[in-house]
């Protein structure tokens, strides 16, 4: 996820640069969760899902487990471009609400 800076009295002609902005443990393993149900709802394999998406069925089973990387345990923390791929093939929506400087929330709804 990105958390943009916002540079006070920038040139109009220079664009603002993403600051990471990482999530938690606990809204990583949510997320995931989201994710799988959504995928298994849908009578998708995480390797046709994968496949759709442009990511590596790896790279969405750690999604889906809320990791980043298995040897070292750090939280899931996806592209936005990703959400939004995800969220296109699901037939959902992404919101994400940015409740500075106390972090953010991001949730997956289906489509009605």
Same mark, same amino acid.
């Given at each position: 996820m990105?958390?943009?800076?916002?540079? +006070? =009295?920038?040139?109009?002609n220079? @664009?603002? %640069?993403p600051a990471?902005? @990482?999530?938690t443990?606990?809204q990583?393993l949510?997320?995931g969760?989201?994710?799988?149900?959504?995928?298994?709802?849908k =009578?998708?394999t995480?390797?046709?899902?994968?496949h759709? %998406?442009? +990511?590596?069925?790896?790279?969405?089973q750690?999604?889906?487990m809320g990791?980043s990387d298995?040897a070292k345990?750090?939280?899931?923390?996806p592209?936005? @471009?990703?959400?939004?791929?995800?969220?296109?093939q699901l037939d959902?929506?992404?919101k +994400?609400?940015a409740?500075?400087?106390d =972090?953010? @929330?991001?949730? +997956?709804? %289906?489509?009605h």
């Open positions: 990105y958390r943009w800076l916002t540079l +006070i =009295g920038r040139p109009k220079v @664009s603002c %640069v990471e902005a @990482s999530l443990r606990d990583a949510v997320l969760r989201q994710l799988a149900d959504l995928r298994e709802a =009578g998708l995480q390797e046709e899902l994968a759709r %998406v442009g +990511i590596s069925r790896n790279h969405l750690l999604l889906e990791l298995r345990q750090t939280p899931a923390n592209r936005l @471009s990703t959400l939004v791929a995800l969220c296109r959902a929506t992404v +994400i609400d409740d500075w400087p =972090g953010f @929330s991001i949730e +997956i709804n %289906v489509r």
